[in-house]
């Protein structure tokens, strides 16, 4: 059974493009969340899925937005970007929020951006 | 904010068994504690999770205490490839909070 992916694994940008990392989760996953993992911050929580609806996003500015496809893929969207959003970005994929006990989250390999 | 402290590093001999501490002291009676690993910048890995009752898996097992402010992680034969930073967390509905972790050195 395939994990979470995500695509691109690298990707390099200069400050004020927009970048767009995508994560496709595992096969019967209703919920995504993403996570920023910057250098010297740790895993940051930054936006959760849901059956397509936003559920809950972390403290991030409104540049960092996203959705999630019928299909419950994702796309994390960075707008203007700065050079402090470089960082490792990571998806993860867990079943319907319902039984706490079964909604473990599994974390795809990440994309690393590098803002210039 | 994390709701999870724990020591910034530990050694550990190979073949040994590795016992990693957490305090949860704020926890509520419905918070699971999940454990997840990350090894070099990868994307984390789920170790194990528990309410009140101790669990074991394949990977490890895990002992909360009965007040529920504090567990731990035992990982029974540490490897070298066990070497990573181990991340207790308190699991809020929808997100994970992540700490600074503990970051394990197996060493032969």
């Known amino acids: 059974e395939a994990g979470v992916t995500q695509s691109p694994t690298h990707l390099i940008k200069t400050r004020g493009q927009q970048a767009t990392l995508r994560c496709s989760p595992i096969?019967?996953?209703?919920?995504v969340y993403w996570y920023q993992q910057a250098l010297g911050l740790g895993l940051q929580f930054l936006l959760w899925?849901?059956?397509?609806?936003?559920?809950n996003r972390g403290n991030f500015p409104p540049r960092f937005s996203g959705r999630q496809f019928p299909n419950y893929s994702s796309e994390l969207n960075v707008n203007a970007l700065e050079l402090e959003d470089s960082a490792l970005y990571l998806c993860?994929?867990?079943?319907?929020?319902?039984?706490?006990?079964?909604?473990?989250?599994?974390f795809g390999a990440g994309t690393r951006l590098s803002v210039l | 904010d994390a709701k999870t402290t724990q020591p910034p590093s530990m050694d550990c001999a190979e073949g040994r068994a590795a016992n990693l501490p957490c305090n949860h002291s704020t926890i509520s009676g419905n918070e699971y504690v999940y454990w997840y690993r990350q090894i070099h910048s990868q994307g984390p890995q789920y170790i194990i999770h528990g309410l009140k009752n101790n669990e074991t898996n394949e990977m490890a097992s895990l002992i909360i205490t009965e007040d529920r402010k504090s567990s731990t992680l035992i990982l029974p034969h540490a490897t070298l490839r066990d070497t990573a930073v181990y991340y207790c967390?308190?699991?809020?509905?929808?997100?994970?909070?992540f700490g600074q972790g503990t970051e394990l050195s197996v060493k032969p």
């Open positions: 096969s019967g996953h209703t919920s």
């Open positions: 899925y849901d059956e397509g609806e936003e559920r």
């Open positions: 993860a994929s867990s079943l319907a929020l319902g039984v706490m006990a079964k909604n473990i989250q599994y």
């Open positions: 967390i308190v699991r809020v509905p929808g997100k994970l909070i």
